[in-house]
């Protein structure tokens, strides 16, 4: 079974504190994803990796960078917390030439 | 227009009963098509892949597409309480990208 797992389940920070999440799993998969969540808008793509040091932007990376240096490792990272950053995130992966991601369990990221 | 739209709901439906859970996409080239299930408060599971017309069983589960009609679907047989949950439906476009749609909340009653 594919295994993806994240640092936090919840997380608490403040206003311009620097917010490191990471992702980890352990199927060699090259791809990984980093997605978040809120009501009414689904799930969006912040950024992705094809594998290590490579990176490319989804379709809201604003405010939001990655780190690929290992490839079983993606980290998300927000270099100024803003309480609009409040979500779920959730971290994918899938193996190059599958289309099927796996997701982890999530972190529920609450900015005050 | 939505990428991949999907009715909110609530569904209800009695246990027992076949819940039909519908999606339409508007990206022609679309590849691969993918069914999620996703518990409150849990990450997006994946139940049903799909990639050429007609229908793929699975257990209760079978998936529909219909590329003409860009459309996909999901029927959930003898809809059990466990069942009650998100269901996701998510396309890969030509670009390879997936794109969720924000998905239909599925009530099964008792």
């Known amino acids: 079974d594919v295994k993806v797992t994240q640092s936090s389940r919840y997380l608490v920070k403040r206003t311009g504190e620097k917010v490191f999440l990471e992702c980890v799993q352990d199927m060699d998969h090259e791809n990984m994803f980093w997605y978040r969540q809120d009501p009414g808008l689904g799930l969006r793509l912040i950024y992705f990796s094809y594998d290590v040091k490579m990176k490319e932007k989804g379709d809201i990376p604003e405010g939001y960078s990655v780190s690929r240096e290992k490839k079983e490792r993606f980290s998300l990272i927000l270099e100024s917390a803003s309480t609009n950053q409040t979500s779920m995130y959730l971290c994918a992966s899938r193996s190059y030439g599958k289309p099927e991601q796996y997701f982890g369990p999530g972190t529920r990221l609450t900015v005050t | ?110």
């Open chain 2, 1 to 110: 227009q939505k990428e991949v739209e999907q009715n909110s709901g609530p569904l209800s439906v009695p246990e027992g009963a076949i819940a039909s859970l519908n999606c339409t996409y508007s990206d022609r080239g679309s590849q691969s098509f993918f069914w999620y299930r996703q518990y409150s408060g849990k990450s997006p599971e994946l139940i049903m892949s799909i990639y050429s017309n007609g229908d793929k069983e699975d257990g209760r589960f079978t998936a529909q597409l219909n590329k003409a009609s860009q459309y996909v679907s999901l029927l959930i047989r003898d809809s059990q309480p466990s069942d009650s949950a998100t269901y996701l439906c998510a396309v890969t476009g030509t670009a390879s990208k997936l794109t969720f749609g924000t998905g239909t909340r599925l009530q099964v009653t008792l």
